[in-house]
């Protein structure tokens, strides 16, 4: 009996009240009576016991801090285990969603250079690394995940765990001390940045998957220049860098799937997947989380879900994750107006959240379609002391690669933290001074 069969055993009836005040359910063919009083508590406290008794090897009930709750984490997960979750593609005209690799053996023999690159480093040289840099979205956790698991097997002392926002005028000052020996995961800094680290640092390796700006033999990329485009994630080439003998795990090609459109065969629901890791990880920035990066818990962690053979419990939480967000995304965004911004015609909204900040934008584009060329959403920044902001089309070939505007925006604006992003997203930072406030970038032309 899995977790949920005895709900399936339980048939309740209409209740009926008698005068009395007395209710009644029907448990299989037992009709049982319970006053009106006790009646709810009788009713919890009989599946509560259902639930203890049928399942207390499966871990259904945990003790947290000194009381009994609900493991509903393991109730899904029991439930879902042994489902096919098959995700069937539509095929269009021009094979959009064609899987890259057809098989496992095929998609693992893909990762040469990443392998060549690995051989450079001896075991000696990695076991120096003492701080991990790491892009705070799904592909850069599962990255420093791996990262940290494997120099920690290798004897390093991790002293430093730092996440960041991408970032081309990143400069680490304020994040680890000089000389430290670094590796950076899924980054996308500038020339004048790694010019700077490479200063800065007593030694460094670049993982990446964005266009590289410069050249050198400890820096490695998956970026394909006649592509235009990275083959695979950031995470997938720290696993081969570390393990390159070993089979990329199933829950890393998931993310290699998802963060470079792979559309792999044995891959379905990589959106949802992706969308549960950013709830439980990715989008969480309070306190707890801080501690758990800062500790190394958070890697601990997630390479638990990196040994996992099945996902269909995180698909699961994804899908109703989604759920949520997309209720959400439709109330905040008919709040834009439309605006001046930059010679350009942009829904505005006071708004940003971690989770959800990229699909208000997204569905700011799709309400003013035709009247707007993209959307911006800011807020105050508080402990920065400055504007955050970001810029965001409707990700389509036509539209107006808000990158290029960004840039200008960042130099011009001249805060320390700068910004990054890609042709569709850009994030950056504006000051508030004696010269400078939000209102100048709508009322004022810049660039």
Same mark, same amino acid.
């Given at each position: 009996m899995n977790n949920l069969d005895f709900l399936?055993?339980?048939?309740?009836?209409?209740?009926?009240?008698?005068?009395?005040? !007395?209710?009644?359910?029907?448990?299989?063919?037992?009709?049982?009576?319970?006053? @009106?009083?006790?009646?709810?508590?009788?009713?919890?406290?009989?599946?509560?016991?259902?639930?203890?008794?049928?399942?207390?090897?499966?871990?259904?009930?945990?003790?947290?801090?000194?009381?009994?709750?609900?493991?509903?984490?393991?109730?899904?997960?029991?439930?879902?285990?042994?489902?096919?979750?098959?995700?069937?593609?539509?095929? !269009?005209?021009?094979?959009?969603?064609?899987?890259?690799?057809a098989t496992r053996e095929e998609y693992d023999n893909s990762f040469t250079s990443i392998e060549q690159f690995s051989k450079k480093f001896i075991p000696a040289q990695l076991k120096t690394i003492d701080t991990i840099v790491f892009n705070e979205?799904?592909?850069?956790?599962?990255?420093?995940?791996?990262?940290?698991?494997?120099?920690k097997e290798l004897g390093a002392e991790i002293k430093k765990i730092v996440k960041i926002k991408p970032n081309q005028a990143y400069k680490p000052d304020k994040d680890f001390d000089r000389n430290s020996s670094v590796i950076f995961v899924d980054v996308d800094f500038s020339e004048f940045s790694l010019k700077y680290m490479l200063d800065y640092c007593k030694y460094m390796i670049v993982i990446d998957d964005h266009e590289p700006r410069m050249k050198h033999e400890n820096f490695y990329s998956s970026w394909v220049p006649s592509k235009g485009k990275n083959d695979h994630s950031a995470c997938a080439c720290t696993w081969k860098f570390f393990y390159p003998r070993?089979?990329?795990?199933?829950?890393?090609?998931?993310?290699?799937? @998802?963060?470079?459109?792979?559309?792999?065969?044995?891959?379905?629901?990589?959106?949802?997947?992706?969308?549960?890791?950013?709830?439980?990880?990715?989008?969480?920035?309070?306190?707890?989380?801080?501690?758990?990066?800062?500790?190394?818990?958070?890697?601990?962690?997630?390479?638990?879900?990196?040994?996992?053979?099945?996902?269909?419990?995180?698909?699961?939480?994804?899908?109703?994750?989604f759920e949520v967000t997309e209720k959400l995304k439709e109330q905040i965004a008919v709040n834009a107006q439309i605006r001046d911004f930059q010679g350009y015609k942009v829904g505005v909204l006071n708004f940003r959240s971690p989770a959800l900040t990229k699909k208000v934008g997204r569905q700011i584009c799709t309400n003013l379609k035709g009247k707007i060329d993209f959307a911006v959403l800011w807020g105050w920044e508080y402990t920065l002391n400055c504007y955050g902001i970001t810029l965001i089309n409707d990700h389509q070939k036509t539209s107006t690669k808000v990158d290029e505007i960004g840039k200008k925006l960042a130099a011009i604006g001249g805060h320390y933290k700068g910004g990054g992003g890609r042709e569709d997203e850009y994030n950056l930072y504006w000051p508030k001074d004696n010269k400078r406030d939000i209102w100048d970038l709508f009322e004022k032309q810049l660039i």
């Open positions: 399936q055993n339980v048939k309740f009836s209409k209740r009926k009240i008698s005068k009395k005040g !007395s209710k009644s359910i029907t448990k299989g063919s037992k009709k049982i009576k319970l006053s @009106s009083k006790s009646k709810s508590k009788k009713i919890r406290k009989n599946i509560v016991s259902n639930l203890n008794s049928n399942n207390a090897e499966e871990n259904v009930m945990n003790t947290i801090n000194g009381s009994d709750k609900v493991d509903f984490n393991a109730i899904i997960r029991n439930c879902v285990k042994n489902k096919e979750l098959k995700q069937v593609y539509k095929q !269009s005209g021009n094979n959009k969603f064609a899987p890259k690799y979205n799904n592909d850069g956790y599962f990255a420093g995940a791996i990262a940290y698991h494997a120099l070993e089979h990329v795990p199933f829950v890393i090609s998931y993310v290699d799937s @998802s963060d470079t459109k792979l559309f792999l065969p044995w891959v379905s629901y990589g959106s949802k997947f992706s969308e549960a890791m950013g709830f439980r990880y990715t989008h969480s920035r309070g306190p707890e989380m801080r501690g758990k990066i800062a500790s190394g818990q958070v890697f601990e962690e997630l390479w638990d879900i990196i040994m996992q053979s099945n996902v269909n419990d995180l698909i699961t939480f994804g899908h109703y994750y």
